[in-house]
């Protein structure tokens, strides 16, 4: 198997792009594709100040590495979990700092329990109305706006593949959530003083591509899934669009993208569906859909 | 397990409805959900004709016997499509006439090679453009639309189940093809003097429910799929669904539904996304969106 650009030994063939690439290739192809997404989609641009949400996990990990490669200034937020299961959240914590050490990088943690007292495993018990994955989720998407809205970026970046995209936009056909399905955008943009402008730069790349960049780049990234992520419903999509991508090569790709296509042009969703009426949480001032405080300031009640 | 109507041993355990149930209760309980189905989309009213498209499987034999059953007066239309591989065709047309002669009811047989010259198979192969399938669809929307028409029915019923639809749903789905998305409907009105009105009494009723009424009721029906069917797309996004209904009972009948009720409130699609202009064949005089002939008139040429 040959390169399709230089003629070497090829080291990846994705046969969603009918593309055979050689290591140097490759490292060049991602990024470019990277950018071009970040261009598509005006995420950002060069003068923005970017601030990654990093996991230790292999895709936010190469989003940021890629980030700083393009030349874009590009500090990370990381959201230590209290998760203690095979020291998930410290071994993570690890492979951020060591990442972030190596290259010089800024990057903030902020530790749930230490800063609001429980960890998620612990709220999540006390909140049974609530799954582990809904509260975490919460949890994260407050805290990574908060500390974007108060360290003034741009844009907050997370690296969310295709894989990723396709599985929540899977779900969410298979309930037709026209809500969610209004909502769901490469680049939201900052609709309100304390809400971020948040971007998804990864969104044409599949999994295995992530996974072969990190690896290729000698990226040191926490292998494990997160415990609380066994028999999740999101992996039984992935199952499943894992399936139609083997039948099909670029069928997982192609649901997104013709997904944003059509909705782009007017042929999906009537216009305003994803409207929201909007008020502030009157304890920490970030926007919310309930009367007084949000959801995450009511957790820890 | 008992029937949860009366009581006694059940025959069939429905995960989906949470619902067991007995022989006589469930051959009671399927008619009345075609008869809820019938009233909910203002199918067809009891005067009406109707003719059911029959192909000698379980679902076009269960649904005219369910008609019959109901005090419809339904005919039947059998189209035979040259389909020699294990005698496919001509078992098939035994089985519906065995079922008409013995409720002594009216049907019409129209054989393709005789009225049009070659078979499905002998015109797929010389019009290379157009799948099997595809043909085979096209020839059976025409001729089914020319009885009803020609025969002056209120309307032309099919034998649809909620695993056809939903696998129709998934692949249009999956492509985001916002027209067809704007077309699939249990009813379809005769917008043209030369178009039939079109109904799907089985939308409710899953595949496996109607094997078992089938099975229950003694009819006797062809249990081979089509010999072309095989490996057909379709019967992969059945698969799928079939996992997903494996893990979450229900889940394709509520995405199925879910799609009708979400498009309903307009909340799906943007108002007329389904309209196409129409003229008429100039050799048939079916509508068709084709400057001249029609589709099916091409097909001989």
Request: glycine content about 6%.
């Amino acid at each position: 198997m040959k390169c399709r650009k230089c003629g070497t030994t090829a080291v990846i063939n994705m046969r969603q792009h009918r593309l055979s690439l050689c290591q140097e290739c490759f490292l060049e192809w991602v990024p470019h594709q990277v950018q071009r997404t970040i261009e598509k989609f005006h995420m950002f641009v060069p003068d923005d100040r970017v601030l990654g949400a990093v996991s230790g996990g292999k895709d936010s990990l190469a989003l940021w590495d890629i980030l700083l490669s393009l030349g874009y200034s590009a500090d990370g937020i990381y959201i230590h979990l209290g998760i203690s299961d095979g020291d998930y959240c410290d071994v993570s914590q690890q492979k951020v700092e060591c990442f972030a050490a190596a290259r010089d990088v800024r990057f903030q943690v902020v530790n749930v329990a230490q800063e609001y007292g429980q960890s998620i495993p612990q709220v999540a018990r006390r909140k049974r109305g609530r799954s582990t994955c809904g509260t975490c989720g919460l949890v994260k998407r407050h805290i990574m706006n908060q500390v974007a809205c108060d360290g003034r970026y741009a844009v907050l970046a997370t690296g969310h593949n295709v894989d990723d995209e396709a599985a929540v936009l899977f779900q969410n056909a298979l309930h037709w959530a026209t809500g969610y399905l209004a909502r769901q955008a490469p680049v939201l943009p900052a609709s309100h003083p304390r809400l971020a402008r948040k971007a998804k730069p990864l969104i044409r790349l599949y999994e295995r591509e992530m996974a072969a960049y990190a690896l290729l780049r000698g990226i040191d990234y926490i292998y494990d899934e997160c415990p609380y992520s066994k028999g999740a419903t999101t992996l039984f999509y992935k199952d499943l669009l894992n399936q139609l991508e083997e039948k099909s090569p670029g069928a997982k790709q192609q649901f997104y993208l013709s997904f944003l296509q059509a909705r782009r042009e007017g042929r999906l969703l009537p216009m305003k569906s994803g409207q929201v009426d909007m008020s502030v949480c009157q304890r920490c001032g970030q926007p919310t859909t309930a009367p007084e405080l949000c959801a995450f300031c009511r957790l820890w009640d």
